[in-house]
Nanobody
Framework: VQLQASGGGMVQAGGSLRLSCSAS????????MGWFRQTPGKQREFVAA??????????NYADSLGARFTISRENGKNTVYLQMNRLKPEDTAVYLC??????????????????WGPGTLVTVSS
């Protein structure tokens, strides 16, 4: 599976961005997909995960986000989105999407993901 994230860029604090992650090949909707972020010198940080799509999707978010981000997935498509609102300078990072496993267990832990994309840079200015 190859993943390609897009939608990153530079935005002022308080603004919004929508990231997309497209995957090649067929990924069952029951497969967990996640977003992580990373800054230089720090460990990869969990952002959000989703299993399924539409109203029945299971989602999980990092507590630190304060409900500013929303992960979603289109039915029948290998694309996952991350809507980021009220962005803060501390949200600046490379955002990476990943394909995990068929269960939703430990979806916040990077080791439970098997495929990673190269990431997209988000820069939030104050």
């Amino acid at each position: 599976v190859q993943l390609q994230a897009s939608g990153g860029g530079m935005v002022q604090a308080g603004g919004s961005l929508r990231l997309s992650c497209s995957a090649s090949g067929l990924i069952p909707s029951t497969t967990t997909m996640g977003w992580f972020r990373q800054t230089p010198g720090k460990q990869r940080e969990f952002v959000a995960a989703i299993r399924g799509s539409g109203r029945r999707a299971l989602t999980n978010y990092a507590d630190s986000l304060g409900a500013r981000f929303t992960i979603s997935r289109e039915n029948g498509k290998n694309t996952v989105y991350l809507q980021m609102n009220r962005l803060k300078p501390e949200d600046t990072a490379v955002y990476l999407c990943a394909v995990g496993r068929s269960d939703f267990y430990a979806n916040h832990i990077p080791i439970h993901y098997d495929s990673w994309g190269p990431g997209t840079l988000v820069t939030v200015s104050s």
